[in-house]
Protein backbone atom coordinates (compact mmCIF):
# COMPACT_ATOMS: atom_id res chain seq x y z
CA UNK A 1 0.00 0.00 0.00
CA UNK A 2 1.17 3.39 -0.87
CA UNK A 3 0.79 6.23 1.64
CA UNK A 4 0.55 9.81 0.32
CA UNK A 5 1.54 12.90 2.31
CA UNK A 6 0.11 16.17 1.21
CA UNK A 7 2.53 18.64 0.43
CA UNK A 8 1.82 21.98 2.53
CA UNK A 9 1.53 25.17 0.29
CA UNK A 10 4.06 27.60 0.39
CA UNK A 11 3.64 30.72 2.99
CA UNK A 12 4.88 34.09 2.59
CA UNK A 13 5.58 35.99 6.20
CA UNK A 14 5.26 39.91 4.80
CA UNK A 15 7.57 40.52 2.00
CA UNK A 16 10.03 37.79 3.33
CA UNK A 17 10.91 34.46 1.18
CA UNK A 18 8.60 31.96 1.08
CA UNK A 19 8.48 29.07 3.73
CA UNK A 20 7.37 25.66 2.36
CA UNK A 21 8.03 23.44 4.95
CA UNK A 22 5.58 23.72 8.77
CA UNK A 23 8.17 23.93 11.65
CA UNK A 24 10.00 27.03 10.03
CA UNK A 25 6.51 28.94 9.35
CA UNK A 26 5.60 28.11 13.06
CA UNK A 27 9.02 29.71 14.11
CA UNK A 28 9.09 32.34 11.97
CA UNK A 29 5.49 33.20 13.27
CA UNK A 30 6.66 33.39 16.41
CA UNK A 31 9.71 35.14 16.31
CA UNK A 32 7.35 38.14 14.77
CA UNK A 33 5.48 37.72 17.74
CA UNK A 34 8.19 37.76 20.24
CA UNK A 35 10.31 40.56 17.88
CA UNK A 36 7.62 43.24 17.80
CA UNK A 37 6.97 44.48 20.93
CA UNK A 38 10.59 44.75 21.69
CA UNK A 39 11.37 46.79 18.43
CA UNK A 40 8.64 48.60 19.30
CA UNK A 41 8.56 49.26 23.41
CA UNK A 42 11.93 50.73 23.58
CA UNK A 43 15.02 50.88 26.50
CA UNK A 44 14.20 48.92 29.86
CA UNK A 45 15.47 51.11 32.77
CA UNK A 46 15.59 49.59 36.30
CA UNK A 47 13.85 51.38 39.10
CA UNK A 48 14.26 51.39 43.02
CA UNK A 49 11.00 52.45 44.90
CA UNK A 50 10.49 52.81 48.32
CA UNK A 51 7.65 53.96 50.33
CA UNK A 52 9.23 56.43 53.39
CA UNK A 53 5.68 57.26 54.18
CA UNK A 54 3.91 56.02 57.90
CA UNK A 55 1.18 54.53 55.49
CA UNK A 56 0.67 52.12 52.72
CA UNK A 57 0.86 53.76 49.66
CA UNK A 58 -0.27 52.76 46.02
CA UNK A 59 2.49 53.41 43.75
CA UNK A 60 1.87 55.11 40.05
CA UNK A 61 4.06 55.91 37.01
CA UNK A 62 3.18 58.10 34.45
CA UNK A 63 4.58 57.88 31.16
CA UNK A 64 5.22 61.69 29.25
CA UNK A 65 5.23 61.66 25.46
CA UNK A 66 7.32 64.02 23.32
CA UNK A 67 3.81 64.34 21.71
CA UNK A 68 2.40 65.33 24.47
CA UNK A 69 0.09 62.38 25.20
CA UNK A 70 -0.02 61.00 28.83
CA UNK A 71 0.25 57.67 30.16
CA UNK A 72 -0.93 56.83 33.90
CA UNK A 73 -0.43 53.55 35.55
CA UNK A 74 -0.82 51.41 39.11
CA UNK A 75 2.34 50.11 39.49
CA UNK A 76 2.49 48.32 42.92
CA UNK A 77 1.35 48.57 46.16
CA UNK A 78 4.07 49.18 48.86
CA UNK A 79 4.06 49.07 53.01
CA UNK A 80 5.76 51.46 55.31
CA UNK A 81 9.64 51.23 54.60
CA UNK A 82 8.68 48.47 51.76
CA UNK A 83 11.00 48.84 48.79
CA UNK A 84 10.85 46.92 45.40
CA UNK A 85 13.07 47.07 42.04
CA UNK A 86 11.33 47.16 38.75
CA UNK A 87 12.23 47.49 35.67
CA UNK A 88 10.25 49.49 33.29
CA UNK A 89 10.57 50.89 29.25
CA UNK A 90 11.32 54.63 28.26
CA UNK A 91 11.41 55.79 24.74
CA UNK A 92 13.30 58.09 23.54
CA UNK A 93 12.12 61.76 24.05
CA UNK A 94 9.54 60.62 26.95
CA UNK A 95 9.60 61.33 30.37
CA UNK A 96 8.92 59.12 33.15
CA UNK A 97 7.21 60.31 36.80
CA UNK A 98 6.58 58.34 40.11
CA UNK A 99 4.17 59.09 42.84
CA UNK A 100 2.19 57.30 45.49
CA UNK A 101 -1.13 57.74 47.25
CA UNK A 102 -2.33 56.81 50.89
CA UNK A 103 -5.31 55.96 52.05
CA UNK A 104 -6.01 59.34 53.16
CA UNK A 105 -5.89 60.62 48.91
CA UNK A 106 -2.17 62.45 50.38
CA UNK A 107 -0.17 62.78 47.45
CA UNK A 108 3.77 61.94 47.47
CA UNK A 109 6.64 64.54 46.00
CA UNK A 110 6.33 63.40 42.30
CA UNK A 111 10.20 62.11 41.25
CA UNK A 112 10.46 62.91 37.34
CA UNK A 113 13.60 61.40 35.27
CA UNK A 114 13.89 61.99 31.88
CA UNK A 115 14.75 59.67 28.97
CA UNK A 116 18.27 61.35 28.28
CA UNK A 117 19.24 61.22 31.67
CA UNK A 118 18.56 57.59 31.99
CA UNK A 119 19.96 56.70 29.06
CA UNK A 120 23.48 58.25 30.35
CA UNK A 121 23.10 55.99 33.68
CA UNK A 122 21.64 53.06 31.66
CA UNK A 123 23.44 50.67 34.46
CA UNK A 124 22.26 52.29 37.46
CA UNK A 125 19.25 51.08 39.57
CA UNK A 126 17.59 54.71 39.87
CA UNK A 127 15.98 55.06 43.52
CA UNK A 128 13.17 56.77 43.61
CA UNK A 129 12.03 57.70 47.29
CA UNK A 130 7.89 57.81 48.12
CA UNK A 131 7.79 60.59 50.85
CA UNK A 132 3.71 61.77 51.24
CA UNK A 133 4.60 65.20 52.88
CA UNK A 134 3.26 65.62 56.63
CA UNK A 135 0.73 68.63 56.86
CA UNK A 136 2.30 71.25 59.17
CA UNK A 137 0.27 74.45 60.75
CA UNK A 138 3.57 75.96 60.94
CA UNK A 139 2.85 79.86 59.67
CA UNK A 140 6.39 81.11 58.11
CA UNK A 141 7.25 84.56 59.39
CA UNK A 142 9.05 87.29 57.97
CA UNK A 143 12.36 88.89 59.09
CA UNK A 144 10.01 91.56 60.33
CA UNK A 145 8.59 89.45 62.19
CA UNK A 146 11.20 87.59 63.84
CA UNK A 147 12.94 90.88 64.78
CA UNK A 148 10.15 91.98 66.15
CA UNK A 149 9.92 89.12 68.71
CA UNK A 150 13.64 89.83 69.37
CA UNK A 151 13.09 93.30 70.29
CA UNK A 152 10.64 92.08 72.84
CA UNK A 153 12.36 89.50 74.32
CA UNK A 154 13.97 90.45 77.45
CA UNK A 155 17.28 88.64 76.72
CA UNK A 156 17.78 88.04 73.17
CA UNK A 157 17.01 91.93 72.36
CA UNK A 158 20.73 92.84 72.10
CA UNK A 159 21.20 90.82 69.25
CA UNK A 160 19.37 93.74 67.12
CA UNK A 161 22.15 95.83 68.56
CA UNK A 162 25.06 94.56 67.21
CA UNK A 163 26.76 97.15 64.98
CA UNK A 164 26.90 96.86 60.91
CA UNK A 165 29.23 93.29 61.21
CA UNK A 166 26.56 91.76 62.41
CA UNK A 167 27.79 87.97 62.60
CA UNK A 168 31.33 89.03 62.98
CA UNK A 169 30.26 91.09 65.84
CA UNK A 170 29.22 87.88 67.68
CA UNK A 171 32.61 87.03 66.98
CA UNK A 172 33.52 89.84 68.31
CA UNK A 173 31.78 88.72 71.57
CA UNK A 174 34.76 85.97 71.81
CA UNK A 175 37.77 88.96 72.16
CA UNK A 176 35.71 89.74 75.61
CA UNK A 177 35.98 86.30 77.24
CA UNK A 178 38.13 86.38 80.25
CA UNK A 179 40.40 89.13 79.11
CA UNK A 180 38.94 91.91 80.59
CA UNK A 181 39.80 94.34 83.65
CA UNK A 182 38.12 93.18 86.69
CA UNK A 183 35.10 95.55 88.44
CA UNK A 184 36.60 98.54 90.23
CA UNK A 185 39.63 99.65 87.53
CA UNK A 186 40.56 102.93 86.89
CA UNK A 187 40.84 104.15 83.45
CA UNK A 188 41.37 106.69 82.08
CA UNK A 189 40.48 107.44 78.48
CA UNK A 190 41.35 109.99 75.61
CA UNK A 191 38.04 110.06 73.71
CA UNK A 192 39.50 111.33 70.30
CA UNK A 193 41.40 107.86 70.24
CA UNK A 194 39.67 105.80 72.29
CA UNK A 195 42.35 104.37 73.66
CA UNK A 196 44.11 104.40 77.55
CA UNK A 197 46.56 107.16 78.46
CA UNK A 198 47.99 105.27 81.28
CA UNK A 199 48.07 101.57 82.28
CA UNK A 200 44.72 101.01 83.97
CA UNK A 201 44.49 100.95 88.27
CA UNK A 202 43.28 97.30 89.05
CA UNK A 203 41.94 97.14 92.27
CA UNK A 204 43.40 96.36 95.90
CA UNK A 205 40.59 98.32 97.78
CA UNK A 206 37.55 97.04 98.39
CA UNK A 207 37.69 94.70 95.95
CA UNK A 208 34.59 92.84 96.01
CA UNK A 209 31.70 92.12 93.38
CA UNK A 210 28.24 90.32 92.51
CA UNK A 211 25.63 88.86 90.81
CA UNK A 212 22.69 91.01 90.88
CA UNK A 213 20.60 88.80 88.36
CA UNK A 214 20.36 85.88 86.44
CA UNK A 215 17.23 86.25 82.97
CA UNK A 216 17.47 83.38 80.99
CA UNK A 217 15.10 82.93 77.86
CA UNK A 218 14.63 81.27 74.44
CA UNK A 219 12.95 81.89 71.16
CA UNK A 220 11.50 79.34 68.56
CA UNK A 221 10.22 80.83 64.97
CA UNK A 222 10.48 79.92 61.23
CA UNK A 223 11.31 82.48 59.08
CA UNK A 224 10.51 82.85 55.20
CA UNK A 225 13.16 85.18 53.93
CA UNK A 226 11.86 86.59 50.85
CA UNK A 227 8.99 88.34 52.59
CA UNK A 228 10.74 91.18 53.45
CA UNK A 229 9.55 94.13 51.29
CA UNK A 230 7.95 95.52 54.52
CA UNK A 231 11.18 95.04 57.02
CA UNK A 232 12.27 97.84 58.78
CA UNK A 233 16.07 97.73 57.60
CA UNK A 234 17.44 98.72 60.43
CA UNK A 235 15.65 96.30 62.62
CA UNK A 236 16.04 93.17 60.46
CA UNK A 237 19.41 94.25 59.49
CA UNK A 238 20.86 91.71 61.90
CA UNK A 239 18.50 88.80 61.16
CA UNK A 240 19.15 89.33 57.19
CA UNK A 241 22.85 89.62 57.81
CA UNK A 242 22.52 86.20 59.95
CA UNK A 243 21.07 84.47 56.96
CA UNK A 244 23.33 85.77 54.37
CA UNK A 245 26.34 84.27 56.70
CA UNK A 246 24.72 81.31 57.25
CA UNK A 247 23.75 80.57 53.41
CA UNK A 248 19.99 80.49 54.29
CA UNK A 249 18.54 80.56 50.80
CA UNK A 250 15.00 80.66 51.28
CA UNK A 251 13.26 79.70 54.52
CA UNK A 252 14.55 78.21 57.97
CA UNK A 253 13.76 77.10 61.87
CA UNK A 254 15.39 78.97 64.23
CA UNK A 255 15.98 78.62 67.90
CA UNK A 256 17.76 81.30 70.03
CA UNK A 257 18.82 80.52 73.83
CA UNK A 258 20.44 82.67 76.05
CA UNK A 259 21.29 83.34 79.63
CA UNK A 260 22.88 86.75 80.94
CA UNK A 261 23.99 87.68 84.27
CA UNK A 262 24.28 91.02 85.98
CA UNK A 263 27.72 91.53 87.75
CA UNK A 264 27.96 94.42 89.66
CA UNK A 265 31.02 96.29 92.18
CA UNK A 266 29.82 96.44 95.37
CA UNK A 267 31.93 98.94 97.86
CA UNK A 268 32.33 97.37 101.55
CA UNK A 269 29.93 97.97 104.36
CA UNK A 270 29.96 101.34 105.70
CA UNK A 271 31.77 102.55 102.74
CA UNK A 272 30.25 104.51 99.96
CA UNK A 273 31.56 104.79 96.46
CA UNK A 274 33.26 108.70 96.74
CA UNK A 275 35.89 107.14 99.30
CA UNK A 276 37.51 105.23 96.39
CA UNK A 277 38.50 108.62 94.48
CA UNK A 278 40.69 109.37 98.02
CA UNK A 279 41.86 106.29 98.53
CA UNK A 280 45.61 106.16 98.93
CA UNK A 281 45.94 103.28 96.34
CA UNK A 282 44.63 105.72 94.07
CA UNK A 283 46.49 108.96 94.86
CA UNK A 284 49.18 108.17 92.95
CA UNK A 285 46.88 107.22 89.95
CA UNK A 286 44.92 110.27 90.37
CA UNK A 287 48.70 112.75 90.09
CA UNK A 288 49.35 110.88 86.73
CA UNK A 289 46.30 111.50 85.43
CA UNK A 290 47.05 115.07 86.10
CA UNK A 291 50.24 115.01 84.71
CA UNK A 292 48.16 113.84 81.26
CA UNK A 293 46.16 117.07 81.08
CA UNK A 294 47.76 120.54 79.98
CA UNK A 295 44.74 122.47 79.78
CA UNK A 296 41.94 121.54 81.68
CA UNK A 297 39.33 124.38 80.56
CA UNK A 298 39.79 123.36 76.86
CA UNK A 299 40.50 119.34 77.18
CA UNK A 300 37.62 118.71 79.45
CA UNK A 301 35.59 117.22 77.14
CA UNK A 302 38.78 114.95 75.73
CA UNK A 303 39.52 113.05 79.15
CA UNK A 304 37.60 110.70 80.96
CA UNK A 305 37.94 108.98 83.84
CA UNK A 306 35.80 105.74 84.30
CA UNK A 307 35.63 103.28 87.03
CA UNK A 308 34.29 99.98 86.35
CA UNK A 309 31.21 98.92 87.86
CA UNK A 310 29.29 96.47 86.14
CA UNK A 311 29.25 93.22 83.38
CA UNK A 312 26.45 92.30 81.33
CA UNK A 313 28.07 88.62 80.68
CA UNK A 314 26.47 86.09 78.75
CA UNK A 315 26.62 83.23 80.21
CA UNK A 316 25.00 81.32 77.43
CA UNK A 317 24.21 81.94 74.09
CA UNK A 318 23.33 79.51 71.52
CA UNK A 319 21.61 79.53 67.91
CA UNK A 320 20.49 76.48 65.98
CA UNK A 321 19.06 76.35 62.72
CA UNK A 322 17.57 74.22 60.15
CA UNK A 323 17.22 74.81 56.55
CA UNK A 324 14.07 74.52 54.03
CA UNK A 325 14.03 74.35 50.72
CA UNK A 326 10.96 74.67 48.29
CA UNK A 327 9.65 71.78 45.96
CA UNK A 328 9.35 74.52 43.32
CA UNK A 329 11.41 74.21 40.28
CA UNK A 330 12.91 70.77 41.45
CA UNK A 331 11.43 68.42 39.60
CA UNK A 332 14.47 65.93 39.20
CA UNK A 333 15.36 66.59 42.35
CA UNK A 334 16.47 62.65 43.67
CA UNK A 335 16.74 62.25 47.50
CA UNK A 336 19.39 59.85 48.56
CA UNK A 337 18.05 59.53 52.13
CA UNK A 338 14.61 59.73 53.69
CA UNK A 339 14.45 63.66 55.07
CA UNK A 340 11.53 65.68 56.62
CA UNK A 341 9.30 66.87 54.06
CA UNK A 342 5.76 68.70 54.91
CA UNK A 343 2.81 70.70 53.36
CA UNK A 344 2.57 74.16 55.11
CA UNK A 345 1.27 77.76 54.01
CA UNK A 346 4.51 78.12 51.79
CA UNK A 347 3.95 74.81 49.68
CA UNK A 348 5.47 71.69 50.05
CA UNK A 349 9.03 72.00 51.95
CA UNK A 350 12.04 69.66 52.51
CA UNK A 351 14.88 69.94 54.34
CA UNK A 352 18.33 67.78 53.87
CA UNK A 353 18.78 67.73 58.00
CA UNK A 354 16.95 65.69 60.55
CA UNK A 355 17.85 67.77 63.88
CA UNK A 356 18.77 71.70 64.53
CA UNK A 357 22.78 72.49 63.97
CA UNK A 358 24.15 74.84 65.90
CA UNK A 359 25.36 77.63 64.22
CA UNK A 360 26.27 79.65 66.73
CA UNK A 361 27.65 79.39 70.57
CA UNK A 362 29.68 81.68 73.29
CA UNK A 363 29.65 80.79 76.64
CA UNK A 364 30.66 83.46 79.37
CA UNK A 365 31.25 86.80 77.37
CA UNK A 366 30.86 90.15 78.68
CA UNK A 367 27.88 91.92 76.48
CA UNK A 368 28.21 95.27 77.90
CA UNK A 369 30.22 97.61 80.47
CA UNK A 370 29.10 100.04 82.66
CA UNK A 371 31.26 102.20 84.44
CA UNK A 372 31.11 105.28 86.60
CA UNK A 373 32.32 108.68 85.43
CA UNK A 374 34.32 110.48 87.79
CA UNK A 375 35.35 112.86 84.99
CA UNK A 376 34.29 116.10 87.37
CA UNK A 377 35.37 114.70 89.95
CA UNK A 378 38.91 114.60 88.63
CA UNK A 379 38.89 117.93 86.61
CA UNK A 380 37.74 119.81 89.77
CA UNK A 381 39.88 117.84 91.84
CA UNK A 382 42.84 118.95 88.97
CA UNK A 383 41.45 122.63 89.84
CA UNK A 384 41.51 122.00 93.78
CA UNK A 385 45.00 120.65 92.95
CA UNK A 386 46.36 123.77 91.08
CA UNK A 387 44.57 126.09 93.33
CA UNK A 388 46.04 125.07 96.53
CA UNK A 389 49.19 124.92 94.57
CA UNK A 390 48.73 128.65 93.82
CA UNK A 391 47.21 129.49 97.44
CA UNK A 392 50.91 127.53 98.75
CA UNK A 393 52.83 129.92 96.60
CA UNK A 394 51.02 132.65 97.30
CA UNK A 395 51.33 132.16 101.51
CA UNK A 396 54.70 131.17 101.00
CA UNK A 397 55.08 135.02 98.88
CA UNK A 398 53.18 136.78 101.53
CA UNK A 399 55.69 135.75 104.24
CA UNK A 400 58.41 136.41 101.84
CA UNK A 401 57.15 140.30 101.46
CA UNK A 402 56.45 140.80 104.94
CA UNK A 403 59.66 139.70 106.38
CA UNK A 404 61.10 142.15 103.93
CA UNK A 405 58.74 145.04 104.94
CA UNK A 406 60.14 144.20 108.61
CA UNK A 407 63.57 144.06 107.24
CA UNK A 408 63.18 147.34 105.78
CA UNK A 409 61.75 149.10 108.84
CA UNK A 410 64.27 148.00 110.64
CA UNK A 411 66.44 149.85 108.45
CA UNK A 412 64.05 153.19 108.19
CA UNK A 413 64.51 153.10 112.19
CA UNK A 414 68.70 153.58 111.95
CA UNK A 415 67.57 156.42 109.40
CA UNK A 416 65.22 158.32 111.05
CA UNK A 417 66.17 161.65 109.94
CA UNK A 418 64.75 163.26 113.44
CA UNK A 419 64.05 160.78 116.38
CA UNK A 420 62.69 163.75 118.26
CA UNK A 421 60.18 165.48 116.11
CA UNK A 422 59.65 161.73 114.60
CA UNK A 423 58.61 158.86 116.64
CA UNK A 424 58.53 155.56 114.82
CA UNK A 425 56.78 152.24 116.58
CA UNK A 426 59.87 150.09 118.03
CA UNK A 427 59.81 146.57 117.02
CA UNK A 428 60.57 144.00 119.82
CA UNK A 429 63.60 142.49 119.08
CA UNK A 430 62.87 139.00 121.12
CA UNK A 431 59.49 138.64 118.95
CA UNK A 432 60.88 136.30 115.54
CA UNK A 433 57.71 137.38 113.41
CA UNK A 434 56.68 140.69 114.29
CA UNK A 435 53.12 141.89 113.59
CA UNK A 436 53.00 143.98 110.49
CA UNK A 437 50.27 146.45 111.83
CA UNK A 438 52.31 148.83 113.86
CA UNK A 439 54.50 149.30 110.54
CA UNK A 440 51.74 149.27 108.36
CA UNK A 441 50.07 152.05 109.86
CA UNK A 442 53.20 154.15 110.75
CA UNK A 443 54.19 154.16 107.64
CA UNK A 444 50.58 155.08 106.20
CA UNK A 445 51.21 158.28 108.40
CA UNK A 446 54.45 159.36 107.18
CA UNK A 447 55.37 161.33 104.26
CA UNK A 448 58.96 161.77 101.96
CA UNK A 449 61.03 164.09 104.18
CA UNK A 450 62.21 167.49 102.44
CA UNK A 451 65.93 167.92 102.52
CA UNK A 452 67.14 171.33 104.43
CA UNK A 453 69.09 174.13 102.29
CA UNK A 454 72.61 174.43 103.43
CA UNK A 455 73.43 178.06 104.69
CA UNK A 456 74.75 180.69 102.70
CA UNK A 457 76.47 182.31 105.34
CA UNK A 458 80.49 182.13 105.68
CA UNK A 459 80.52 182.06 109.40
CA UNK A 460 82.00 179.53 111.61
CA UNK A 461 78.07 178.71 112.85
CA UNK A 462 76.99 178.24 109.50
CA UNK A 463 79.77 176.00 108.51
CA UNK A 464 78.70 173.69 111.78
CA UNK A 465 75.74 173.93 110.74
CA UNK A 466 76.28 173.17 107.07
CA UNK A 467 77.75 169.62 108.39
CA UNK A 468 74.46 168.59 110.37
CA UNK A 469 72.18 169.77 107.41
CA UNK A 470 74.48 167.34 105.23
CA UNK A 471 74.07 164.57 107.80
CA UNK A 472 70.36 165.18 108.08
CA UNK A 473 69.71 165.61 103.76
CA UNK A 474 72.04 162.07 103.63
CA UNK A 475 69.75 160.65 106.53
CA UNK A 476 66.81 162.05 104.06
CA UNK A 477 67.90 160.26 101.40
CA UNK A 478 68.06 157.00 103.18
CA UNK A 479 65.01 157.30 104.79
CA UNK A 480 63.01 157.85 101.73
CA UNK A 481 64.46 155.20 99.65
CA UNK A 482 63.40 152.60 102.91
CA UNK A 483 60.22 154.46 102.73
CA UNK A 484 59.72 153.63 99.17
CA UNK A 485 60.52 150.20 99.27
CA UNK A 486 58.31 149.57 102.15
CA UNK A 487 55.52 151.21 100.38
CA UNK A 488 56.13 149.28 97.66
CA UNK A 489 55.87 146.05 99.50
CA UNK A 490 52.66 146.93 101.38
CA UNK A 491 50.69 147.33 98.00
CA UNK A 492 52.61 143.76 96.71
CA UNK A 493 51.34 142.33 100.47
CA UNK A 494 47.57 143.66 99.29
CA UNK A 495 47.31 142.99 96.23
CA UNK A 496 48.62 139.22 96.95
CA UNK A 497 46.00 139.15 100.02
CA UNK A 498 43.33 140.03 97.60
CA UNK A 499 44.10 137.32 95.22
CA UNK A 500 44.27 134.78 97.87
CA UNK A 501 40.57 135.97 98.78
CA UNK A 502 39.82 135.49 95.30
CA UNK A 503 41.45 132.16 95.02
CA UNK A 504 40.15 130.74 98.45
CA UNK A 505 36.51 131.65 97.53
CA UNK A 506 36.46 129.96 94.53
CA UNK A 507 34.31 127.03 93.86
CA UNK A 508 35.60 124.22 91.61
CA UNK A 509 32.13 122.88 91.02
CA UNK A 510 30.91 125.60 88.82
CA UNK A 511 34.33 125.20 86.42
CA UNK A 512 33.02 121.92 85.36
CA UNK A 513 29.93 120.47 85.07
CA UNK A 514 28.90 117.49 87.11
CA UNK A 515 28.09 113.97 85.58
CA UNK A 516 25.35 113.44 88.28
CA UNK A 517 21.95 114.39 87.67
CA UNK A 518 21.21 114.63 91.67
CA UNK A 519 23.33 115.45 94.34
CA UNK A 520 25.53 112.68 96.06
CA UNK A 521 24.84 110.52 93.25
CA UNK A 522 27.22 109.35 90.67
CA UNK A 523 26.34 108.68 86.74
CA UNK A 524 26.61 105.69 85.51
CA UNK A 525 27.55 104.94 81.66
CA UNK A 526 27.89 102.28 79.45
CA UNK A 527 31.21 102.22 78.11
CA UNK A 528 32.71 100.96 75.00
CA UNK A 529 33.83 97.07 75.87
CA UNK A 530 36.99 97.37 73.58
CA UNK A 531 38.57 99.54 76.00
CA UNK A 532 38.37 97.50 78.79
CA UNK A 533 40.25 94.43 77.00
CA UNK A 534 43.79 93.42 78.14
CA UNK A 535 45.98 93.72 75.27
Request: with cysteine; net charge positive.
Amino acid sequence: MEIQCNKPHPIAIGNGPTVRHPILMWFFTLLLLLGWPLYTLGNGFKFKIKNNSKMNAAIFYKISKKSGSVKIKALMNLNPNEEKIKELDVSKGDTISFYGQNAEDATSITIKKDFETLKANSKTIFYIPIIIPEKQTSNFESLEGLSIKLEHNKVLNFLLKMDSTSMSSLSMLENNFQNIYPLGTFIFVDTKTNRLLLPPLEPSFWNNSETYLTIQDSLYAMVNKGHTGMANTQVAYFVAKMFDSLKVNNTAELEFKAKLSLIRWKPSVNANIYQVFNDKAVLDFIQNCYAQIDNPDKEYQRYRLYFLSSYERIDDLEIYGKQFYNFSNQANISLSAPTQIFSTNLGVMYTKDKTLSNYYSIQNAVLRTKAYDFTSLLFNGFKNNVKNKIVADNYKEQNRIAAAIIDEYKNLLVYNPDPVRLNLAALDAKDPSPSLVPIETTVSNLSYYNFTPADTAKTTDAVAANYKIDTYNNKVKFFNSHLKVINDLIKQLDQHNADLTRISQTDPGKSYSSTVSSPGLLKEIEVNSNIIRKD
